[in-house]
């Protein structure tokens, strides 16, 4: 049995009332452990039940996401996102009604009831949905410190990854990474086939440098902007990369910090003028981009930089796809990107870094190993699958932590697991098609039962 198999098989003590008031982080940590309960009320009594916890969202946006909640009204639980204030009204003090990453929210929770005679606030969205709402008893917590949250609460399919062994489990993995890699190499060959090879590597490569938060900008851009045009006119491509993504008609307090950053710019747009007028409808709005919670270091403008020297070294990057031993050659490639001006800078307005910074790092080049070269390699050579074992995991990211807590448990479990790439993809390719689409919070999940009866598990 493969992977396929597993995933298209049929299933088969009280505390005083007056306890001081927690901060809110930890009301927020005391909750995911499940010191409230599950079972809420909203403001009109109706219950309102926890399904799913969900996981801790370390970035921009509400506190935690992927949970499920059942309300009176509805049987089935709703999938979405949960934001936890201290206040009800805190919803609209901190604008989350307008911020666009707020619409997934399914429930608002908070401590404090609005006093007597106090002003009416609500919990709307951008698009003017109500969220419902429900209120945190603190008479249920427990004494003591708050517990160390997680990452994500265990799921059943722990004990029968466990209990099949270390070997079975790792050929559960691993099929499930190979069906993940046929996925991407599949998507790698229409868009080949559509736009040719290299048109669809710079499109992959571009998407991966914007990251979660913005790849569908970074590959509108390598879209409005593709490979012939960059490589014709090497030399203005960072220009026109930024002009492109609006970033060159921004304020002037946040295009030069220092005479270096404002001759630059000044540079630059001499360089994009001349395209301006004739690309103006291509620029995308101001907020294309999600700029909230995203490190100096990642900001978009310096990955489009980035993306500029990956178009400058084009035939070092391109090589990447024929090599005998991809890895060597893409750390290479990769590593010796440069540019006198990014490598000490993080965006337009900021000040020079004390020490130069890679364009694309060891982390960055491992994550367009397993996602972009290795997938369009697979394509044409099955063989490298082999050379694919072998690649080390990409740096520790949410996702792949959250997907590791879920189905493996305790960072003590998972080191029964090597880690590898290949790893943490098939990781990623069960939490996604199991953990993401279950709401019964793993009571209805098909997974256990179905690796459990794989016996030794399915072969890689």
Known sequence: MDYRALLFTRPAVREPETRPVPPELEVQARWFAGEFG????????????????????RGAGPDFLDAAVRFAADPDPVRGAIEIDLDPADWERHGHGENP???????HLYV???????RESFTRTRNHRLVPRAQLDLARLVAGPPPEPPRAHPGRCCAPLREIGAEAALRVVLSAARHRLGKKSARWSRLAAAHGEEEAL????????????????FSLLAQRLPLHLVR???????????????????????????????????????????????????????????????RPANHPQRRLAALSAIAGAWPSVRAVLDAPDPATVAFAALGALSDPFWDRRCTLASHPLTAPLALVGDARASEMLANVFFPAI?????????????????????????????????????????????????????????????????????????????GKGPSA
């Open 101 to 107: 990453a707020f619409e997934g929210v399914v429930l």
């Open 112 to 118: 404090h009831a609005p006093p007597p005679g106090a």
């Open 38 to 57: 599950r079972l809420l009320r909203a403001p009109d009594g109706a219950p309102v039940e926890i399904v799913q916890f969900g996981t801790w969202n």
């Open 378 to 454: 697979l394509s044409r050579r099955p063989t490298a699958w082999e050379q694919f074992l072998r690649l080390p995991e990409e740096r520790s990211n949410r996702r792949a932590d959250t997907a590791a807590a879920r189905l493996l448990g305790p960072p003590a479990a998972r080191q029964t697991l090597p880690r590898t790439a290949a790893v943490q993809q098939g990781l990623l390719q069960i939490y996604e098609d199991f953990c993401q689409r279950d709401a019964s919070d793993c009571a209805r999940c098909p997974f256990p039962e179905r690796v459990g009866a794989t």
């Open 232 to 294: 014709a006119q090497p030399a203005a491509a960072a220009a026109w990369l930024l002009g492109l993504a609006g970033f060159l008609d921004a304020p002037a307090r946040e295009l030069g910090a220092d005479d270096e950053a404002r001759a630059w710019r000044a540079a630059a747009w001499a360089q994009w003028w001349p395209r301006r007028g004739e690309w103006e409808r291509l620029i995308l709005p101001r907020d294309a981009w999600r700029l909230s919670g995203v």
């Open 202 to 217: 710079w499109q992959l490569l571009a998407s991966a440098l914007g990251f979660h938060a913005n790849q569908l900008t």
